[in-house]
């Protein structure tokens, strides 16, 4: 079977993880000198190598398999998670100094969950650590932020992420072009790890290809919404994004919106204009009852300041 790039291409070890912070990678291996952690709470953007940090710190400080508890919270989230598997998990005693339970995405347990995930983390501190993973760190309640040491990973400029993909690229061999190449940074940045996946997926025969949605399953409406911006056909963008994107994942569309200011406006009065427009769709979307209506709305507001710049 052939190898996922996400995989072949993950960092093992501290010296392969790329810092964006030197004050970072020096706490880190700090922790790993002393063989200790305090509870973690990394947080960062989709992609930018919260769980791989997690794992690479694991592995470093050599905690045993059986020490060790990994949980996607967008999978596990209930509070009979929490009472059940991680209590049940924790209770007993490490092979080693202490147990680690890995929570990926904490962000998305209630704050009910959180509030029992806080309790537990309290009783069993001397026996076990906790890493905990979000995206969007406001949506962890302050009570765990009180207990964990925060550690933002910052997401790499755009330029930096096209040559780490370009770099895997020419590693497998495959042949690509800077605007195809341009259509996959753009309808994934910040996300490393998606962008890999599609470019794999799409690498046949040894050369990246641009494939179109409806010409199989090697896409998303993002590749395709770029495609279409790129082309100036605006309205299609539109129609596509409106009738594709699903209600959970409206934030993220304003967040992907933002990341490509240069797809609605080449001049920075226009991206300047087109900022607020975002900033303004996405108050709007805590309020309208309709998400369709309101996404449509920025996108209009976004195709006019297109226009006009």
């Given amino acids: ?107 998305y347990i209630s704050p009910n969950g959180q509030a029992a995930l806080r309790g537990v983390m309290e009783t069993y501190h001397a026996s076990a650590r906790f890493i905990l993973t979000c995206n969007y760190p406001n949506r962890v309640i302050p009570a765990l932020h009180s207990r964990c040491q925060g550690f933002h990973i910052e997401k790499v400029d755009k330029t930096e992420f096209t040559a780490r993909i370009a770099t895997v690229l020419v590693a497998e061999n495959v042949e690509l072009d800077i605007e195809t190449l341009d259509t996959y940074v753009r309808s994934t940045y910040p996300d490393l790890r998606k962008c890999l996946n599609l470019c794999q997926m799409n690498s046949t025969d040894g050369k990246l290809t641009n494939v179109k949605g409806d010409e199989g399953n090697t896409s998303d409406w993002r590749v395709d919404a770029v495609n279409l911006f790129k082309a100036g056909k605006i309205i299609e963008a539109r129609k596509l994004m409106c009738a594709t994107v699903r209600p959970e994942e409206m934030e993220d569309v304003f967040r992907w919106m933002y990341d490509n200011l240069e797809l609605f406006s080449s001049t920075p009065e226009g991206q300047d204009s087109a900022i607020m427009a975002i900033r303004t769709g996405l108050v709007n979307h805590s309020f309208v009852a309709d998400p369709e209506i309101n996404l449509s709305a920025t996108l209009l507001e976004l195709q006019h300041i297109g226009n006009n710049n």
């Fill in 1 to 107: 079977m052939k190898q996922l790039w996400t995989e072949k291409y993950r960092p093992n070890d501290i010296d392969g993880y790329v810092f964006r912070d030197e004050d970072q990678k020096a706490q880190v291996k700090t922790w790993i000198d002393e063989g200790a952690i305090p509870h973690l709470l990394f947080s960062g953007a989709p992609g930018v190598g919260k769980t791989t940090l997690a794992k690479i710190l694991i592995k470093q400080l050599e905690i045993d398999d059986f020490d060790v508890l990994e949980i996607n919270a967008s999978r596990e989230n209930s509070i009979d998670t929490i009472r059940d598997k991680i209590t049940g998990f924790v209770q007993t005693m490490p092979f080693g100094d202490f147990k680690v339970v890995l929570l990926d995405e904490a962000d």
